[in-house]
C-alpha cells in the first residue's frame, strides 16, 4: 500500500474513533469497553436480524385447510406494508419545527412516492387472494374465523386520519356541524356504517369488537393529527408546494390507490370468493361488503381541493371501467382469442 494512501486511511480511522468517544463520552460511557465488546461479539447473521424463526411462526391456522396459511400469510403482509405507509406519513407530518420535513418539497415527492409505490404493490397483489387459494376451502375455513373481519384493520384506519381531516371521512350526506364534540363528530365516520346489519340496523359483533378494543385510542390518534393530517398541512403548505403539478398529482395519485383501487381490488376479491352463482354470503363477522367497499358508495377523497366537482360525482367510476375492461381481456385471453 502507498504510504499516501496508508496515511489517508489512518486518518480516516482516527477520525472514525474521535466521532466515538464523543458520543460514548456524551452517554456517560467508555468507549473501549464497547470496542472490547465487538471484538468479542459474533457477527450477525441475516435470520437473527429479520427474526426467522418468529417469524414464520407467527402462522397458525385455525383449521387444516392448506390454504388458510395463504389467508393468514397475505393479510400479514398486507399489515406490514400499512405500517411502511405509516412510517411515511410520520416522517412527513411530524411537528419539527423548522426541520419539519413538510415545510419543503422534496420531501413530499419523496414520501408520497414511496406511500403510493406501496399502495400500487398491494393494490395488485389481491391477484394472490383471487388466484391464489381454492374457493371451496376458503368457504370452508372462513366460518371458523368468525367474527374476525379486515374491516378491523385499526391501521389501516390510522393511515386515513393521519392523511385527512375527519370530516372528509365522514359518512356521505353528514352535515360538517362544528359545535359538534370529537366523539359525536367520530360517531359520524364512514366506517361505522360497514359495520352495520342492514336487515336489523344493529351493530354487527365485528364493529362492537372494533369499538371496545380501540375507540378510545382511536379518539386520542384523531386529537393528535386534526391538526398535522397530510391534507391539512398540504392546505398550510407554502405556494411552492401547493402550486407544485407533480406534488398534486402524486398526492390525486395516493388519493385514488387507498380510496379506489385498493378497495376496488378488495371487491374483486371478496366478489370472487363469496358470490356462488346465485348464493351471496355475507362478510366475516356480518359486515355488508357489497354496500360498504365500493368506492362509490364510500366516496371518501382525502384531497377534495385537488378534484373537480365532476370527478368527485364520478368517484372510482373510471377505476370501475378500466376493470371490468382489464377482466374482459383477461377472458379472452384464456378462450384463446385476440381481438
Known amino acids: ?185 367520530y360517531q359520524q365516520i364512514y366506517w361505522k356504517k360497514g359495520g352495520i346489519d342492514l336487515e336489523t340496523g344493529k351493530k354487527t359483533i365485528t364493529l362492537e369488537a372494533f369499538e371496545e378494543m380501540y375507540d378510545e385510542s382511536l379518539l386520542r390518534f384523531i386529537t393528535k393529527y386534526q391538526s398535522r393530517n397530510l391534507a391539512y398541512l398540504f392546505h398550510l403548505a407554502s405556494q411552492e408546494i401547493k402550486e407544485s403539478e407533480e406534488i398534486r398529482q402524486l398526492l390525486r395519485d395516493f388519493d385514488q390507490y387507498v380510496n379506489v383501487y385498493w378497495k376496488l381490488s378488495h371487491l374483486a376479491a371478496a366478489s370472487r370468493h363469496l358470490i356462488y352463482g346465485e348464493n351471496k354470503v355475507e362478510g366475516t363477522g356480518g359486515t355488508n361488503w357489497r354496500q360498504f367497499l365500493p368506492p362509490k358508495h364510500q366516496k371518501v377523497i382525502f384531497f377534495p381541493s385537488l378534484w373537480s366537482e365532476e370527478e368527485k360525482a364520478d368517484w372510482g367510476k373510471a377505476a370501475v371501467l378500466q376493470h371490468f375492461q382489464q377482466a374482459v381481456a383477461k377472458e379472452w385471453m384464456k378462450a384463446g382469442k385476440t381481438e
Open 1 to 185: 500500500m502507498a504510504e499516501k494512501e496508508w496515511k489517508h486511511q489512518l486518518t480516516e480511522i482516527l477520525d472514525k474513533l474521535s466521532k466515538l468517544e464523543e458520543k460514548y463520552s456524551g452517554l456517560g460511557q467508555d468507549m473501549m469497553s464497547y470496542l472490547e465488546g465487538l471484538y468479542y461479539s459474533n457477527g450477525l447473521t441475516y435470520w437473527d436480524y429479520i427474526h426467522l424463526d418468529s417469524l414464520l411462526g407467527l402462522q397458525n391456522p385455525r383449521t387444516p385447510f392448506p390454504d388458510e396459511v395463504i389467508f393468514i400469510t397475505y393479510h400479514q403482509i398486507t399489515e406490514l406494508m400499512f405500517k411502511l405507509v405509516k412510517l411515511e406519513l410520520d416522517a412527513l407530518t411530524a411537528d419539527k419545527g423548522e426541520n419539519s420535513e413538510y415545510l419543503v418539497a422534496g420531501n413530499w415527492i419523496k414520501r408520497v412516492k414511496r406511500m403510493n409505490n406501496y399502495f400500487r404493490h398491494l393494490s395488485s397483489s389481491f391477484d394472490i387472494m383471487v388466484t391464489g387459494m381454492d374457493k371451496d376451502e376458503l368457504r370452508k375455513f372462513r366460518m371458523a374465523l368468525l367474527p374476525a373481519s379486515g374491516f378491523q384493520s385499526v391501521q389501516f384506519r390510522h393511515i386515513e386520519l393521519m392523511s385527512t381531516t375527519l370530516s372528509n371521512l365522514f359518512q356521505e350526506g353528514t352535515e360538517d356541524d362544528e359545535s359538534a364534540s370529537l366523539e359525536e363528530m
